[in-house]
């Protein structure tokens, strides 16, 4: 990040617009990923949080990825079909 004159640092928001999610490139990235989780997708694509819950309810109901988990914070998807 960078500083002006003033200290500031730049604020740096992320997406808001939900990538494909029939494109290889989302797909093997999710693919690659340990645990799928809504953190995770927001940092890989550099989307919102809020964002990333929704495309992972997206790819749910399209039956890509499925819930495995919740605790109190945290939700945790796999893709479908592996172990």
Not at 31 to 48: D, Q, S, Y
Request: aromatic fraction near 4%.
């Amino acid at each position: 990040m960078s500083t002006q004159n003033t200290g500031r640092r730049e604020k740096i928001v992320g997406g808001v617009d939900i990538p494909d999610l029939t494109s290889k490139e989302t797909l093997g990235a999710l693919r690659g990923m340990k645990a799928i989780t809504p953190t995770a997708v927001a940092i890989r694509f550099n989307l919102k949080v809020s964002v990333a819950k929704r495309m992972l309810i997206d790819l749910e109901s399209k039956g890509v990825v499925e819930f495995v988990i919740r605790s109190t914070n945290l939700k945790v998807y796999k893709m479908v079909g592996e172990a």
